[in-house]
């Protein structure tokens, strides 16, 4: 199969199912209610959906914990109304990729049903057991991404299983060739029925060191034992070689912890493992170590290092952009920005300065009409699995009040998940009645149908930028430059292709910054896209004055 390499054009969107569209009033969102919204989608310009998971599940970790592969969770639908969707997706110019979780299943995924029963099922070593110490301990010391031990005891094996998330999230076992046989028909199945590609939930964990012992990292322990483990490029290539090569499809693979070198071994072309990845090091620039409960100070020049890093020295591989997704806290308001003054300035100013870097540009649900964080005031409130294991481990480390009193409405990962606000009724127009999570409280003011009114508003700057986007085809190879790394307040960057130079200039700051534009690109230059309405004069200037939160594109010709 010649693959077209259509990832690099592609803009694509991520559906979060439980919080886009309900369309049967359950208070949950579904596929259907995903078909009833298509065509917002294509008005948008989007090309691509990421669908975070739809299996079936018992929803432990909302999806992220499948109990069949190759069937849908009822309250989202049907394999008919999926079939329906991709249908009508690719209809609509949209094509469609899944969400991959193989590292682990749900303990309700009837394997884990069967390997539980005892040491001598035949799916016993679907997974990853060990014997508990000699003294009645766990059988080693990690820590798990949910902050909990990574071990539960099921008596009838007398074996702990291995979970690097939560207790219903057991591990798969990679070593065994059963697995790697289940997840080649996996994938067949899906690319069979017309997806399109596939977003690899934490695939750089498959692989783990066989000699399982206890672990010396400072937080994670156990990590260099879980993360790129010796398997890793091995299983990705025999992925590839055996199913993704013969479809034209991508994929992109989320990596935890992963440096750069990981991810030129991950995505160059010619290694046929992913066509690319999505690292952490620009949102893990608020926090230490990759931690989000961790909060550190967020410097600009940070962010700026971070992407110059992967912008500059990925050189082999393909870059992904986003500034959201199902896991982090909203972007308005994040990096110095602001979430109430100047909360539509903001949002145009972080959607220009990473849509125009170089790679696959993502969006994630919402993101597009500027939604903020959930601020909720109660533990309650909060649905995440995460947020409350976190939640009971901070309180074991005995961390002050306060401090835990601000991480997690911080870093929980509902702030990303309160349901979608399409208009100012009760349920935002997300549903008909009292969803899963509740609706953030600016709802009335932040919403889909005010923004189509507004000709100002963060919906249409998106949609303009994506038509800008798509016009200008060859930014996909053009090169990068930062131009001021070291500037407290301004992030300005260059694009070049053989005729033009695109630049884009990002005043992270309220206050008003006068910036220099090389006097060579005078005659030349084209404003394409800005979050002030500005006057010729203003535009054409050699030395401009940014005001707060500006952002502004320009093409220059050579
Ligand atoms: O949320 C996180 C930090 O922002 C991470 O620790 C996150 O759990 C990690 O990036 C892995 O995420 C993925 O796998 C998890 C699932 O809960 C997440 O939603 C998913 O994106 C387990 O499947």
Not at 35 to 44: A, C, S, T
Not at 99 to 106: E, K
Not at 267 to 292: A, V, W
């Amino acid at each position: 199969m010649k693959k077209t390499n259509w990832f690099k054009n592609a803009i694509i969107y991520q559906i979060y199912p439980r919080s886009f569209q309900d369309s049967n009033g359950d208070g949950m969102g579904d596929i259907r209610g995903i078909i009833n919204r298509l065509d917002y989608l294509k008005d948008l310009g989007i090309n691509c959906v990421w669908l975070s998971p739809v299996y079936s599940s018992p929803q432990e970790d909302n999806g992220y914990d499948i109990s069949d592969y190759k069937d849908i969770y009822p309250p989202f639908g049907t394999l008919k109304d999926f079939k329906e969707m991709v249908d009508e997706m690719h209809k609509r110019g949209i094509r469609l990729i899944m969400d991959l979780v193989v590292n682990h299943t749900s303990s309700e995924h009837r394997w884990f049903k069967e390997a539980r029963k005892s040491v001598d099922n035949p799916y016993h070593d679907y997974y990853i057991w060990k014997k508990g110490k000699k003294n009645g301990k766990l059988p080693t010391n990690w820590m798990g991404f949910f902050g909990e031990n990574t071990w539960e005891y099921v008596p009838e094996c007398d074996e702990y299983y291995l979970h690097l998330f939560a207790k219903g999230q057991p591990d798969l076992n990679w070593e065994n060739p059963k697995v790697q046989e289940e997840v080649k028909s996996i994938l067949k199945f899906w690319l069979d029925m017309g997806v399109d590609g596939f977003r690899c939930d934490v695939i750089n964990l498959i692989s783990k060191d066989p000699n399982i012992r206890d672990g010396h990292e400072f937080l994670l322990k156990g990590s260099k034992q879980f993360v790129n483990g010796p398997r890793l490029h091995e299983f990705l290539h025999m992925l590839n070689k055996e199913v993704l090569s013969k479809y034209d499809c991508m994929t992109v693979g989320e990596t935890v912890f992963t440096t750069l070198e990981d991810a030129k071994l991950l995505t160059s072309p010619e290694r046929e493992e992913l066509d690319m990845i999505f690292n952490f090091d620009h949102t893990n620039t608020d926090n230490y170590l990759g931690i989000k409960w961790l909060m550190r100070k967020f410097k600009l020049v940070n962010l700026k290092k971070a992407f110059d890093k992967w912008q500059l020295g990925n050189t082999t591989g393909w870059n992904s952009l986003f500034i959201e997704n199902h896991d982090q806290r909203r972007s308005v308001g994040r990096f110095n920005t602001s979430e109430t003054t100047y909360r539509k300035e903001s949002a145009k100013l972080l959607a220009t300065m990473y849509f125009f870097q170089k790679g696959t540009p993502f969006i994630y649900e919402g993101q597009e009409i500027g939604m903020t964080n959930a601020h909720f005031t109660s533990l309650s409130q909060y649905q995440d699995t995460e947020t409350h294991s976190i939640y009971k481990t901070l309180k074991k480390m005995h961390l002050p009040k306060s401090y835990i009193a601000k991480t997690i409405p911080n870093g929980s990962r509902d702030n990303a998940r309160t349901p979608m606000q399409w208009d100012n009724t009760e349920f935002a127009g997300f549903s008909n009645v009292k969803p899963w999570l509740e609706i953030n409280k600016n709802k009335d003011s932040i919403n889909v149908k005010e923004s189509i009114e507004d000709k100002n508003s963060i919906l249409n700057y998106y949609k303009k930028m994506i038509e800008i986007y798509k016009d200008e085809k060859e930014l996909v190879d053009a090169s990068y430059k930062d131009l001021l790394p070291k500037h407290k307040y301004l992030y300005v960057y260059e694009r070049e292709t053989n005729d033009n130079i695109y630049l884009c200039i990002n005043n992270f700051s309220t206050r008003f910054i006068k910036y220099h534009i090389d006097e060579n690109y005078n005659a030349k230059k084209t404003l394409l896209l800005g979050n002030y309405s500005l006057i010729e004069e203003q535009k054409q200037a050699s030395t401009i004055v940014l005001q707060p939160f500006e952002t502004r594109l320009y093409k220059i010709k050579k």
